[in-house]
């Protein structure tokens, strides 16, 4: 069984900083493109960043314009395991952060192109 496990999310205050797991099992995501994306209530689930392997030992990332420069995807090969460094953290950032897979390694910020995806962790930033 493929799974996807969210972990790091709580609340912190405004200018603070978070780090984001995703811990895969049930399958290698070495070939496939991760991402994460969020949801804030009422809103739809948007694009946070994007990583996906191209080649020796180089990654290829993509951020949206909102976090470009404060967060900073990453990771693990070896531990199957994916992150997101959060810095310089928003109350509009507040949002249910979710990793996924895309088998088909397309890089894509849509998420119907994802076909595995985590429960989901919370970040609440405190103003």
């Known amino acids: 069984q493929v799974r996807m496990v969210e972990s790091g999310g709580r609340l912190v205050q405004a200018g603070g900083s978070l780090r984001l797991s995703c811990a895969g099992s049930g399958r290698t995501f070495s070939r496939d493109a991760m991402a994460w994306f969020r949801q804030a209530p009422g809103k739809e689930r948007e694009f946070v960043a994007a990583?996906?392997?191209?080649?020796?030992?180089?990654?290829?990332?993509e951020y949206a314009d909102s976090v470009k420069g404060r967060f900073t995807i990453s990771r693990d090969y070896a531990k199957n395991s994916m992150y997101l460094q959060m810095n310089n953290l928003k109350p509009e950032d507040t949002a249910v952060y979710y990793c996924?897979?895309?088998?088909?390694?397309?890089?894509?910020?849509?998420?119907?192109?994802?076909?595995?995806w985590g429960q989901g962790t919370q970040v609440t930033v405190s103003s």
């Open positions: 996924a897979a895309d088998l088909n390694n397309k890089l894509t910020r849509t998420p119907v192109d994802y076909e595995y």
């Open positions: 990583i996906t392997w191209i080649g020796g030992s180089t990654d290829y990332t």
